[in-house]
């Protein structure tokens, strides 16, 4: 059975290199992510939205942290909670599909702005896509 988390402002869903053991849906309230692998990167995550899909389905640890800006209520799935109640859902399982995609899409023109010039090479955006999915996918 999924836990129903009930966080106070403040409270810390995860932290960075954390197991990433579970999927997260923000139900209400407000997280935030941050990242500070150069200078600190901040990230609203809006009620009815995954959160740590990405290093959960690849089998890696937290690349960021989570907390809570406001009283929120989060449910926490395992990765056998995730299958049975969303594996057979289309709309689910093509949501968390659009959600990768946009995370690539805003990789790839971080990329390129870091880079400086054009498009990125075939090559390279093959490795980021590589590197994305890098472990195997539940």
Known sequence: MPQILNLKKGSVVY????????IFVLKSGRVILSHDSVGVKEKSVLAG?????????AG??????AM???DSVVIAFSASEFGHLFGLNRDVILRMLKICARD???EHRSIERALGSG????????????????????
């Not at 932290?15 to 579970?22: N, P, Q, T, V």
């Not at 890696?60 to 942290?65: K, L, Q, T």
């Open 49 to 57: 939205s995954f959160f740590g899909e990405r290093v959960f389905f």
């Open 104 to 106: 690539i899409r805003a």
């Open 119 to 138: 498009a990125i090479r075939q090559g390279m955006l093959f490795s980021l896509v590589q590197s994305y999915f890098s472990e195997e996918i539940l």
């Open 15 to 22: 932290i960075s290199e954390s197991r990433a053991d579970r």
């Open 60 to 65: 890696v640890p937290h690349e960021d942290s």
């Open 68 to 70: 809570c800006a406001e």
